[in-house]
């Protein structure tokens, strides 16, 4: 299975992995499993951290490089094809910059995305796991 991690499952996965859902630990835990992050998601963690919305044992940048080395999770880069995708979606779509780069990078790699978000998984045009 190839998989796209949303903001939420990364900071779950270190921080409160009891929140994740049963077929989402099964799926982080799959030695088979090729697991992936959006560029977008360390924007997210540092502002989350810089603004007090969550509290990591380190800074956000050696928090998520040890996450990354831990897990074997690869970072995508937000290239051109990812930014015209994320700007080019077919609607209804979310106006949130961050899940428009996560859906696109996952659209883009044809990965499915395990996300606890209710906007994402309700999304038509992408493919979630929860």
């Not at 360390?42 to 989350?48: D, F, Q, S």
């Not at 995305?113 to 045009?125: F, I, S």
Request: one cysteine or more; aromatic letters at 6%; hydrophobic letters at 50%.
């Amino acid at each position: 299975m190839r998989l796209l991690l949303d903001t939420c499952v990364v900071l779950w996965a270190g921080l409160a992995p009891e929140r994740l859902s049963p077929p989402a630990t099964a799926a982080l835990t799959d030695p088979a499993a090729e697991i992936s992050i959006a560029a977008i998601t360390a924007a997210e963690i540092a502002c989350a951290q810089a603004r007090g919305r969550i509290e990591l044992d380190l800074h956000w940048k050696p928090w998520l490089r040890r996450a990354l080395e831990v897990n074997g999770w690869r970072p995508l880069a937000a290239d051109l094809e990812v930014v015209e995708e994320a700007y080019s979606l077919p609607e209804p779509f979310l106006p949130d910059p961050a899940d428009r780069l996560i859906t696109a990078t996952a659209r883009i790699h044809r990965l499915t995305v395990v996300t606890g978000d209710r906007l994402l998984l309700a999304y038509p045009h992408l493919t979630t796991l929860w």
